[in-house]
Nanobody
Framework: QVQLVESGGGLVQAGGSLRLSCAAS????????LGWFRQAPGKEREFVSA????????SYLAAVKGRFTISRDNAKNTVFLQMNSLKPEDTAVYYC?????????????????WGQGTQVAVSS
């Protein structure tokens, strides 16, 4: 089992920045691909970003590429999502997820472990 706890969400004006963190406990953190997903009101949850076990490979939703950066610190069992130039359409609950998988999966079903989510609200 892997337990994930997100933090860092909040309310920010358009153009601002937030840094989300996800702390993991349980099984060996460094064995897992980590992902960030988000769910806006009335919409399905969507993939945002993923990072490989080593941190050497990353993947992003086209809408956030160039604005968001995913990183991980295996020594601290933490994954981060740095979000810059935020837009109102980035408003959502953001979830981190972990999976012992190959490749940077974008499907929810590839990740068996999930955090409880953290709310991000971007005002115009």
């Amino acid at each position: 089992q892997v337990q994930l706890v997100e933090s860092g969400g909040g309310l920010v004006q358009a153009g601002g920045s937030l840094r989300l963190s996800c702390a993991a406990s349980g099984r060996t953190f460094s064995n897992y691909v980590l992902g960030w997903f988000r769910q806006a009101p009335g919409k399905e949850r969507e993939f945002v970003s993923a990072i490989s076990v080593s941190g050497g490979s990353t993947s992003y939703l086209a809408a956030v590429k160039g604005r968001f950066t995913i990183s991980r610190d295996n020594a601290k069992n933490t994954v981060f999502l740095q979000m810059n130039s935020l837009k109102p359409e980035d408003t959502a609950v953001y979830y981190c997820a972990a999976g012992a998988i190959k490749g940077l999966a974008t499907q929810e079903k590839s990740y068996p472990y999930w955090g409880q989510g953290t709310q991000v609200a971007v005002s115009s």
